[in-house]
């Protein structure tokens, strides 16, 4: 399988990374878990959110929209828990 961009994954590795929760970066972001969610459902959010998301998680919108491979997925998800 390749690498595919999503952005839904690198938000939740960050965040699990960071020890936070979804909830946590959507108050960083100062909008709601839901419209975060939403947002991530979508997988292709506006850049104004982009940019939101990478301020809330202290990364570069070029992390956010970086391929991810789903090996590098799981081990990240491992590693958090």
Do not use: C, F
């Amino acid at each position: 399988m390749s690498a595919d961009v999503n952005v839904s994954a690198r938000v939740r590795m960050k965040a699990a990374e960071e020890g936070i929760s979804l909830a946590e970066v959507a108050k960083r972001m100062d909008t709601s878990p839901q419209a975060l969610s939403a947002l991530l459902k979508t997988n292709n959010p506006k850049a104004t959110h982009l940019a939101k998301m990478a301020d809330a998680l202290g990364v570069s919108v070029e992390y956010l929209l970086s391929p991810v491979s789903p090996t590098e997925y799981g081990a990240a998800m491992l590693k958090a828990i």
